[in-house]
């Protein structure tokens, strides 16, 4: 069965500290990945996806996400954190029509 | 247009109301979700409908109704909720082909009293 584990339920970074939020799935085919930010109170905005090809995949507001098959990761970074970045995110797998999410990873910035 | 819009943002009601949460895509997209999701877990699917048709129900109670009136509209029906009811409740859409990503609604905060 299909699913997505992020080890790490709470992060804290200083701000302009580097960030590498972590995801692991199980998948039995090539998978399509997700990561996904979400504001308190807000609804999940795509942040990048992997579908296939080039491994290092660029999104939104500065991040990048790794996909390693031979690790099964698919890990989310950003070379310098900036305090609009606390939110929580999320990492997700899908098949066919239905999303798998991961439980989620908390972001904290301090000053 | 690349927005989901759901309304209302927010909702209180009674345990003996009726009230309808609705969400509206014009992005041409083929599959509407629902999901409701409780604070600080991830979102929960509740229903995908595919060509207005609903293809997957995640064995949501009957006070849950979901209708799906045409390719750019998706209400879900509440009636007799209950507290542990209150919730985040998200809609979203994809294309409708396998595997893509979805677009999330901003929401309703459902309260629930």
């Known amino acids: 069965a299909q699913s997505v584990t992020q080890p790490d339920i709470h992060i804290t970074v200083s701000e302009g500290a580097s960030l590498e939020l972590r995801c692991n799935y199980s998948y039995g085919a090539t998978p399509y990945l997700f990561w996904y930010v979400q504001s308190p109170g807000q609804g999940l905005q795509l942040l990048l996806k992997?579908?296939?090809?080039?491994?290092l995949v660029q999104g939104i507001k500065g991040f990048e996400a790794e996909f390693k098959r031979s690790q099964s990761s698919f890990n989310l970074r950003k070379p310098s954190v900036h305090w609009s970045d606390a939110a929580e995110y999320f990492c997700?797998?899908?098949?066919?029509?239905?999303?798998?999410f991961g439980t989620g990873t908390s972001l904290t910035v301090i000053p | 247009d690349t927005e989901v819009t759901q309304t209302p943002k927010h909702l209180v009601m009674g345990m003996t109301n009726k009230k309808s949460l609705k969400c509206e895509q014009h992005?041409?997209?083929?599959?509407m979700y629902w999901y409701k999701q409780k604070a600080k877990k991830p979102p929960e699917l509740m229903f995908v409908y595919s060509y207005e048709k609903l293809s997957i129900n995640e064995s949501v109670p009957s006070r849950f109704s979901p209708e799906c009136p045409n390719s750019s509209l998706l209400n879900l029906h509440l009636h007799a909720l209950q507290p542990e009811d209150s919730a985040l409740y998200l809609c979203?859409?994809?294309?409708?082909?396998?595997?893509?990503?979805?677009?999330f609604g901003q929401g309703t905060r459902l309260t629930v009293v």
């Open positions: 992997y579908f296939s090809g080039d491994t």
């Open positions: 992005m041409g997209h083929r599959a």
């Open positions: 979203a859409s994809s294309p409708g082909t396998r595997d893509t990503e979805a677009f």
């Open positions: 997700a797998v899908v098949t066919g029509n239905q999303f798998y």
